[in-house]
């Protein structure tokens, strides 16, 4: 009997032990901080490199040839196109500002080294049919080297924000070598004029393009872009210049030649801030 109640007894402390230790606070570890993962923003500043090529949009070029007192019959006139093309590359760099999650504005310049180079040869119309006479020019123009200050306004998916689909435009300018030679071709002598423009031409651009910024290099972005650009029109005027002893009336010439070209490029930007810390929301 005594046995049964002490064993009675034991049972009755052990499970009011583990009833007062089941009353006990408890004591959890500290939660453990985990950051957030920094989202990205095309907002900052960036620069790169880029190459692509080069070709002609809509150079039409014209001109015309006259002798001052002599009949209009003697006067002739040209048309054609200038086809220039050729390989261009060079570097940018931009700011861009992220206004949403969805709109991205910015502004870029770039200086672009070019291979672009276009030759016309033209016949002159206009003479009576009996005319023994002749005209020929031959324009030559070269752009060595252009460079543009732009706009650009983009737009992201949410699903994509790496992604950007934008538009530019603004001003350029470019080197731009431009000569015509005129040969006017009579019977008795040959009457020739040489006209040359060397300079600085200025203009505006238009465009648009996609850049991505891949998600494993977030710092990098790779862009294809497409580019209309016009230097305006380069105006010539030359005289003609006797070639042997004969006696003709010397011509005065006038040549006009736009400068339009398209241009398609690849680029690598490098981005100086490609992340933005989000908010902090600790919890506990």
Do not use: C
């Amino acid at each position: 009997m005594m046995k049964m109640t002490a064993a009675a007894g034991l049972a009755l402390a052990l499970v009011g032990g583990s009833a007062f230790a089941a009353d006990l606070p408890s004591r959890k570890a500290a939660p453990v901080y985990a950051p957030p993962a920094p989202v990205f923003t095309w907002s900052g500043l960036y620069g790169g490199v880029n190459i692509g090529y080069g070709w002609s949009a809509s150079s039409h070029e014209s001109g015309s040839l006259a002798y001052p007192g002599l009949s209009a019959a003697t006067g002739s006139a040209w048309n054609g196109s200038m086809d220039i093309n050729g390989v261009v590359g060079g570097g940018q760099i931009g700011y861009n500002y992220q206004i949403s999650p969805w709109l991205v504005v910015g502004v870029e310049a770039d200086i672009q080294a070019a291979d672009l180079n276009a030759q016309g040869n033209y016949a002159a119309a206009g003479f009576p049919a009996s005319s023994a006479r002749s005209t020929s020019i031959n324009s030559a123009k070269s752009v060595d080297w252009f460079g543009t200050v732009r706009g650009r306004v983009g737009v992201t998916l949410p699903s994509m924000p790496n992604l950007l689909v934008y538009g530019t435009g603004g001003f350029a300018y470019g080197d731009v070598n431009h000569t015509a030679s005129f040969a006017d071709v009579w019977p008795s002598a040959v009457v020739i004029g040489r006209a040359n423009y060397f300079d600085t031409a200025t203009g505006w651009t238009a465009g648009g393009g996609v850049e991505w910024s891949p998600s494993a290099f977030p710092a990098w972005s790779v862009k294809v872009e497409y580019l209309y650009t016009d230097l305006g029109a380069t105006n010539l005027a030359a005289l003609g210049a006797l070639s042997n002893l004969a006696s003709p009336p010397v011509f005065n010439a006038t040549h006009s030649s736009p400068t339009r070209f398209n241009t398609i490029r690849a680029g690598l930007n490098w981005h100086f801030n490609p992340f933005a810390s989000a908010p902090v929301l600790a919890k506990f």
